[in-house]
């Protein structure tokens, strides 16, 4: 499916749009309507089941907004940026690298250094997407994405948008490690708003500058800690390993997730574990698996700190994008947030059996550093204990000399210093966690589904348009039609049923203008699983009433008793334990009718 098909789709039936129209629109919002919005909250409830609920972690709910400190810690002030071109005729900033991957064949533009870029620029005669100036000679710079605010009035504190949801889980850890008891492993997740001020956003919902996340943050001790592997070890997967990526005959490796993680192509056991469990998940949503991939990321791509990272990538209009990442990001934020904040970062690991240690200590008779160092007596002190931790057999000889903060030395007798050896017993030691996480971008994903489902076949001789959506993410369970409007029985049925259907939990629209076909056709192109008609026959027919259900993909109908139909269609739209439409069919009337085409 063409990506301005989808676009016209999703406007069309009010799945998303772009936002503020009536003051002529702003790049990257989307609204979300009616279809889009109850969409993408099944995609979030069906993500919290598996993730969330099923892995058996936490939820937590941070704020949107954190104070600049939180952001020097984790490297977002200074690292957090994309390469910007701006155009030197008309003005208009353009993403350089994305330039570059559109003009030519080199994929991973973005780890180029920036004088490379205008190099390329020059070189491919690149010009502006806008007005067609050549860029060549124009600077590639650095642009940090963060949206800066201001926290409080006055001499408010800065403070920015969070770029992801991962640091509200990073810094609420001294807190949440509590309500784990302080036992490794555990998870926290999160689903909510990010924003990122995008240079050129662009694909509908594919680069945005709000868009909401799904993150799992997985704490473990790497040495200790292992993932249920067998759950997951015989899931069928295709990678796309880095090797294969940079040879010349490279191709995907069809395994499976415990083969790939026994071989070595999986580096981290836990990241093929939620491998695993993506790829069922992204299965059971309705992602098309023979347009479904985990690529693997190219050394110049990964993050200095990360051990090993996949994408999960979908091809949408004929084009691969992510819409997951999992990696392996050790012990980097929580390391980051323990070094800056005010608050303790590990969780405390206790031994099997107590240890007897030697430590080396000093206890510096201050009573002499004072006299003889002045203002300077306490850095001394400290700067000796260091010392006597890192190199005990500097205390050997008749003094000893340490490095002061303003980088002095002092010297020392070795007596002043008290210098010893003591014997401590320990039950455990304090460890900083390593950290996996898969991170989820819930636009893309909805754009995928959708790009996905899109089908056209025959019905009756008519072409057909419909979306083949799962039925746990479809935005509306059934839809109620009286077979027409001017007879006050069908009418009055068809809201019954309709309010009785809404009881039982389900999404109902209901709907009595145009045809019959028409009404189905509409109901088809936004995904309904199940159409419901109140006829005439089913109420004057010998037996209990009865109403016509029809099934989307094929279109096939059965007769069922109204007293019956809630339980039926709750039944067919439940947790993938009910019964199919085939047991339907088995159980009741089926019903041949002309009316697709009426």
């Known amino acids: 499916m063409a990506g301005e098909q989808l676009i016209e789709l999703a406007k069309r039936r009010g799945f998303f749009f772009g936002s503020n129209g009536a003051y002529g629109g702003t790049a990257g919002f989307y609204t979300f309507g009616p279809r889009g919005a109850a969409l993408k909250r099944n995609v979030e409830d069906a993500w919290r089941d598996r993730f969330t609920l099923k892995e058996g972690n936490h939820e937590i709910e941070a704020p949107t907004v954190m104070p600049e400190p939180v952001f020097e810690a984790s490297g977002h002030l200074?690292?957090?940026?994309?390469?910007?071109?701006?155009?030197?005729?008309?003005?208009?900033?353009?993403r350089a690298d994305h330039l570059i991957e559109d003009a030519t064949s080199i994929a991973d533009a973005e780890t180029l250094p920036g004088s490379e870029v205008e190099l390329l620029i020059r070189d491919h005669d690149i010009a502006c997407p806008n007005c067609g100036t050549p860029l060549a000679g124009q600077d590639v710079e650095d642009f940090n994405l963060m949206f800066s605010t201001n926290i409080g009035p006055g001499d408010a504190q800065p403070g920015y948008l969070r770029p992801e949801t991962a640091q509200g889980i990073f810094v609420e850890f001294p807190r949440i490690k509590a309500y784990a008891r302080g036992q490794l492993p555990f998870g926290v997740t999160q689903i909510g708003p990010a924003y990122r001020n995008e240079i050129s956003p662009r694909g509908g919902l594919l680069r945005l500058r709000e868009f909401t996340q799904a993150?799992?943050?997985?704490?473990?001790?790497?040495?200790?800690?292992?993932?249920?592997?067998?759950r997951v070890a015989d899931v069928d997967v295709r990678l796309y390993p880095a090797a294969a990526q940079e040879a010349d005959d490279?191709?995907?490796l069809d395994t499976t997730v415990g083969e790939a993680v026994a071989d070595g192509v999986?580096?981290?056991?836990?990241?093929?574990?939620?491998?695993?469990?993506?790829q069922e998940w992204y299965e059971r949503i309705g992602v098309d698996m023979g347009r479904f991939r985990f690529r693997q990321h190219l050394p110049g791509e990964r993050a200095?700190?990360?051990?090993?990272?996949?994408?999960?990538?979908?091809?949408v209009g004929g084009d691969w994008i992510e819409i997951a990442g999992f990696a392996d990001r050790g012990t980097y934020d929580l390391s980051k947030h323990d070094a800056h904040a005010d608050d303790s970062f590990t969780v405390f690991k206790r031994y099997d059996e107590p240890k007897t240690v030697e430590r080396a200590t000093v206890d510096p008779d201050m009573s002499v550093l004072g006299p003889e160092f002045g203002g300077d007596a306490g850095a001394v002190a400290e700067a000796l204990e260091a010392l006597a931790e890192r190199d005990p057999d500097a205390f050997d000889a008749e003094t000893v000399t340490v490095d002061l903060p303003d980088d002095d030395a002092a010297t020392v007798d070795t007596d002043v210093a008290n210098f010893s050896i003591e014997t401590e017993t320990e039950t455990g030691e304090h460890i900083i966690p390593s950290v996996i996480e898969p991170s989820f971008g819930i636009g893309r994903i909805v754009q995928t589904v959708l790009a996905h489902a899109y089908t056209v076949d025959e019905i009756d001789g008519e072409e057909r348009t419909y979306?083949?959506?799962?039925?746990?993410?479809a935005p509306v369970d059934v839809a109620v039609f009286p077979l027409v409007s001017n007879d006050d029985r069908l009418v009055d049925l068809a809201d019954r049923i309709a309010g009785d259907l809404r009881g039982h939990g389900l999404s109902v629209a209901h709907d009595d203008s145009g045809s019959i076909g028409r009404r189905y056709r509409r109901q088809d192109e936004i995904g309904t699983p199940f159409c419901v008609t109140v006829d005439r026959d089913g109420l004057e027919g010998e037996g209990p009433d009865s109403v016509t259900v029809r099934e989307r993909d094929a279109a096939r109908q059965v007769r069922v008793p109204v007293d019956a139909l809630a339980e039926e269609l709750a039944a067919?739209?439940?947790?993938?334990?009910?019964?199919?439409?085939?047991?339907l069919l088995e159980r009741y009337d089926s019903v041949e009718t002309d009316v697709e085409a009426a």
């Open 78 to 94: 200074d690292g957090f940026d994309d390469m910007l071109v701006e155009c030197g005729e008309c003005g208009v900033s353009h």
């Open 467 to 473: 979306l083949e959506l799962a039925p746990e993410i």
């Open 266 to 278: 999986i580096g981290s056991a836990w990241v093929g574990y939620y491998l695993g469990v993506a």
């Open 304 to 315: 200095h700190y990360a051990a090993d990272c996949w994408d999960a990538e979908s091809e």
């Open 572 to 583: 067919l739209l439940g947790d993938g334990d009910a019964a199919s439409f085939e047991t």
């Open 215 to 230: 993150e799992l943050e997985q704490f473990i001790d790497p040495e200790d800690d292992d993932p249920p592997l067998d």
């Open 250 to 252: 490279g191709d995907y």
